[in-house]
Nanobody, 123 residues
Framework: QVQLVQSGGELVQAGGSLRLSCVAS????????MAWFRQAPGKEREFVAA????????YYANSVEGRFTISRDNTKNTVYLQMNSLKPEDTAVYYC????????????????WGQGAQVTVSS
């Protein structure tokens, strides 16, 4: 079992920055890929970014490429999502997710989820 605990969601102005954190505990040896998804009101959950736990490969949605950065600190079992140049359309609940397999952009492929963090970007 893997537990994911998130922190960092808040209200921020357009053009601002915010960093989300996600701490993994439990059977972390099974945690291979970490990812971030988001879900805006009335919309489906969508892929944001992913990274292999033991490598440097990262993947991004086109909508956030160049503005968001996913990174991880393996000594702290923590994954971060640094969000810069935020836009009102980035407003959503952000979820971290984990799976014991290769990176995927599909939420159904992920076994473990954080509790979510509300990010609101005001114009």
């Amino acid at each position: 079992q893997v537990q994911l605990v998130q922190s960092g969601g808040e209200l921020v102005q357009a053009g601002g920055s915010l960093r989300l954190s996600c701490v993994a505990s439990g059977r972390t040896f099974r945690t291979y890929t970490m990812a971030w998804f988001r879900q805006a009101p009335g919309k489906e959950r969508e892929f944001v970014a992913a990274t292999k736990w033991s490598g440097s490969s990262t993947y991004y949605a086109n909508s956030v490429e160049g503005r968001f950065t996913i990174s991880r600190d393996n000594t702290k079992n923590t994954v971060y999502l640094q969000m810069n140049s935020l836009k009102p359309e980035d407003t959503a609940v952000y979820y971290c997710a984990s799976r014991g397999g290769p990176t995927s952009r599909y939420s159904d492929d992920y076994n473990y989820w954080g509790q979510g963090a509300q990010v609101t970007v005001s114009s």
